[in-house]
């Protein structure tokens, strides 16, 4: 079995991640979006609701699971019996950190390879801090993260689901 594992912050997913996923469950059996601890990034969310907002906005993907990790990706992915890392490349800025990081994680494990993944032109521009941003100030971001995740944003930021969708 093919088992790729997508690892982030997913503070919160975005529809720019969804399309990664879509595109990485073509070419493998399984995929497991792996929602990392990373205290340092300060999130918006707790890991209990990043997995929780995550999982239900992919319940209807079948071969695609949340799961949680900490410490080490490659002994993560190892544990799971991966085959590869997934990371999404949005544009030239994300390139030298996911080159980094990619060329690390093989000197870790080299058995483990890193595939990186292009989004449709539309979410190229697209980041959870972007969309954070937007809807603290009020702005709609409905097209941008999936149904589950607009409604908890909304609700957390104190506008109805009407108001925002104008
Ligand atoms: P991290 O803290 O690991 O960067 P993120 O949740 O921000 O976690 O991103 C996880 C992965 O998804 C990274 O490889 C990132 O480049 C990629 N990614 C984030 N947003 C998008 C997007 N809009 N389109 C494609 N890939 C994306």
Known sequence: MKLAIYPGSFDPLTNGHLDVI???EKLF???IVAVAKNDSKNPMF???ERCQ???ESLAEMERVSVDRFEGLLVDYAIEQG???IIRGLRAISDFEFEFQLALMNRHLNSSIETIFMMPKDKYTFLSSRMVKEVSKLG???REFVPEPIYRTMAERHGLSNESSTQ
């Open 22 to 24: 879509q595109r990485a």
């Open 29 to 31: 059996d399984k995929v």
């Open 46 to 48: 707790t890991m209990e």
């Open 53 to 55: 907002l995550a999982s």
């Open 82 to 84: 991966a085959q590869a």
């Open 139 to 141: 702005g709609d971001i």
